[in-house]
């Protein structure tokens, strides 16, 4: 059974930093493409960042510069380091797993989900 578990959600201000992680079981994780999304209340769910098994990434424009998403296959992790947060990055932030061997930015390419982590950013 494929489990993907996110931490390291919280409450900052305007400016802060947080790091999410991915843990993943039940999957060949160096053979997965990785991706983040988060979706915000009485929002659709948005491509954040992808990370190939071969370790290309692509980050979507609004995170550009401030987030970087990363992999370690010895922990079977996926790593999202967010810098500089905005209010407008307030929402629950979801890990992704896919079984194919590209960068994926839409949910469809996805085989597995986690259970969200909580981002909020707010003076």
């Known amino acids: 059974q494929v489990q993907l578990v996110e931490s390291g959600g919280g409450s900052v201000k305007p400016g802060g930093s947080l790091r999410l992680s991915c843990k993943a079981s039940g999957l060949t994780f160096s053979k997965s493409a990785m991706g983040w999304f988060r979706q915000a209340p009485v929002k659709d769910r948005f491509f954040v960042a992808a990370?190939?098994?071969?370790?290309?990434?692509l980050h979507a424009d609004s995170v550009d510069g401030r987030f970087t998403i990363s992999r370690d296959n010895t922990e079977d992790t996926v790593y999202l380091q967010m810098f500089d947060l905005k209010p407008e990055d307030t929402a629950v932030y979801y890990c992704?797993?896919?079984?194919?061997?590209?960068?994926?930015?839409?949910?469809?390419?996805?085989?597995?989900w986690g259970q969200g982590t909580q981002v909020t950013v707010s003076s």
């Open positions: 992704a797993a896919s079984t194919l061997a590209g960068l994926y930015v839409t949910s469809s390419s996805y085989d597995y």
């Open positions: 990370i190939s098994r071969s370790d290309r990434t």
